[in-house]
C-alpha cells in the first residue's frame, strides 16, 4: 500500500501541486484491495469537482436568518460572517471553493480562530436559529458548505450562488 508524508508548500503553489499530485495518482494502478483504502482527489480547480452539485443544492437561509447572524455579537457569528463574505466574494466563480487556509487568510483570523468556529458552529445554530433548514438527522444546516476531501489535509468551503445573492444584499456589498 502506498505511504503518504504531509508537505509545506507557498499557498499560491498548492494548485499547481495537487494537480501534480493528482494526475500522478491518476496514471497510476492499484490493487482492488488497495483501491478501497485510497481514492485520490482531484485538485479544486479542476472541473466536475465532487461538492459542485451538493453545492447547487445546498438549503438556503432565509434573509432574516442571514441577517440575524451578520449581526452577531458572539465570537462564532462574527467568524462565521467574516467566512461568508470571503465565500461570497468568489461563489460566482469557476471555483467556488475556498480551503480553511484560505479562509483564515482572507478573513484576517488565525486558522485556529476559524477551525474553532467550525467546531462550535451546530451548537451555536441550535441555540440560536430555531428556523433554519435542518439535514435528515435535525441538525442545523451550515450557512456555507463544507468539504473534507480524500488525501486532502484541510476542508474546503463554499456558498451557493443563490445565497450568495441574499448574503450581498443584507450586507450591502456589491
Not at 482572507?106 to 480562530?113: A, E, K, L, N, Y
Amino acid at each position: 500500500m502506498a505511504k503518504w508524508v504531509p508537505i509545506l508548500v507557498r499557498l499560491e503553489d498548492l494548485t499547481e501541486f495537487q494537480a501534480m499530485v493528482a494526475e500522478r495518482e491518476a496514471r497510476r494502478t492499484v490493487e482492488p484491495s488497495e483501491a478501497a483504502d485510497y481514492s485520490p482527489a482531484a485538485p479544486s480547480a479542476s472541473p466536475g469537482r465532487t461538492g459542485d452539485a451538493e453545492l447547487a443544492g445546498h438549503p438556503l437561509w432565509s434573509v432574516d436568518d442571514l441577517l440575524t447572524l451578520s449581526k452577531g455579537t458572539s465570537e462564532t457569528a462574527k467568524r462565521w460572517t467574516l467566512a461568508n463574505d470571503a465565500c461570497c466574494e468568489i461563489a460566482d466563480s469557476d471555483n467556488p471553493w475556498l480551503w480553511s487556509s484560505e479562509v483564515a487568510q482572507r478573513t484576517g483570523m488565525p486558522i485556529s480562530q476559524w477551525r474553532d468556529a467550525t467546531r462550535k458552529i451546530t451548537r451555536h445554530l441550535k441555540a440560536n436559529y430555531p428556523h433554519v433548514p435542518r439535514n435528515n438527522d435535525g441538525d442545523p444546516v451550515w450557512p456555507l458548505l463544507g468539504e473534507l476531501r480524500p488525501g486532502f489535509q484541510e476542508a474546503r468551503w463554499a456558498m451557493n450562488r443563490e445565497q450568495a445573492k441574499q448574503w450581498r444584499q443584507i450586507r450591502g456589498l456589491s
